[in-house]
């Protein structure tokens, strides 16, 4: 299959490289010179002149909404995977006439996830506690993460959407969100106008009360969940890969792209059953933007 990514930093290059392990033929849309021999500098030469069936936009997240209309306006009707967050800000539904619309929560792919999901569905669940943390600075080795989108508040950054992957799945393992309260901000001293920190209480369908911790600043990466359930605890480790539950711990071991590949897998096949659709993704975003009026304004936000 033909594959275009539009946006070739970090990520944009993970997505490359997955591809064309897979054995798709990949083309790149980027304003940077770059070594990569399909390269155009806009999207309307790629669709034009590369025809391709699928399209990866991994540009920063200030740039999505742009580049999803340009992407519109070019009459492209096949297949889209929008890294997440899908927005910066807002909500809106994308512009139709595209095949499939799917948003990047890669981590739904992850075996103990997906082990985790399936203990916690057979169980009544009191209260859920997740974590994740990582240091800012150890993300991109060799870059100075103060210029990084991340850092840069303006540009779409802050622990809130980078780490959205935890509000994707709180949402897919126990329902859709129905208030919630938050603290959040720059409360770190890594010289960055993002938030480095947010904490977030929330109840959900299926759990009376979330809990949930996210920040730029534990110099160890973590990430994990706790669920209380009528059928004891059922914990998640994503770093080490293990489910814990009274009756021992499972170990899932996982290669760097393995969910990135599974992902590509399910966008390329039409498989549905794991892979965020656009509503799911939106939801996300209104979860984001009612985290934020929550914290500037000290009150419950209902949604």
């Known amino acids: ?27 790149v849309v980027s304003r940077r010179d770059i070594d990569h021999a399909d390269h155009y500098q806009s999207i309307e030469a790629a669709v034009q002149d590369f025809a391709p069936a699928y399209v990866v936009v991994a540009s920063r997240t200030v740039e999505h909404r742009g580049d999803i209309e340009a992407l519109s306006q070019t009459g492209f009707t096949g297949k889209v995977l929008i890294e997440k967050p899908v927005y910066d800000a807002g909500s809106e ?32 669940v009191s209260a859920v506690t997740v974590y994740a943390g990582s240091y800012l600075p150890d993300w ?7 210029k990084g989108y991340s850092a840069i508040r303006a540009e779409g950054g802050g622990v809130l959407r980078d780490l959205s992957h935890e509000l994707d799945y709180v949402l897919w393992l126990f329902g859709a969100w129905r208030r919630v309260a938050a603290i959040g901000g720059t409360f770190g001293n890594l010289g960055i106008d993002s938030d480095d920190v947010f904490s977030v209480i929330m ?24 669920a209380l359930t009528d059928k004891g605890s059922v914990r998640l480790d994503l770093a080490a890969g293990t489910v814990e539950t009274d009756d021992g711990v499972e170990t899932f071991t996982t290669e760097r792209n393995d969910t990135y590949r599974a992902q590509h897998e399910a966008m390329v096949s039409g498989n549905d059953a794991i892979i965020c659709n656009i509503s799911e993704g939106l939801q ?13 304004s000290g009150n419950w936000v209902q949604a």
């Open 203 to 226: 109840e959900t369908e299926r759990v009376p009360s979330v809990t949930l911790g996210i920040n730029y600043l534990d110099s160890k990466v973590r990430r994990d969940i706790m």
């Open 1 to 27: 299959m033909k594959a275009l990514v539009i946006g070739y930093g970090s990520i944009g290059k993970r997505h490359v490289d997955v591809l064309g392990a897979l054995g798709h033929n990949v083309a």
């Open 284 to 296: 996300v975003m209104r979860l984001i933007d009612a985290c934020e009026h929550a914290a500037g």
């Open 93 to 124: 539904n994308p512009p139709e006439g595209f095949d499939t619309v799917k948003v990047a929560f890669n981590l739904r792919f992850h075996p103990a996830l997906l082990r985790f999901r399936e203990i916690v569905a057979t169980r009544a």
């Open 140 to 146: 991109r080795p060799g870059s100075d993460f103060r």
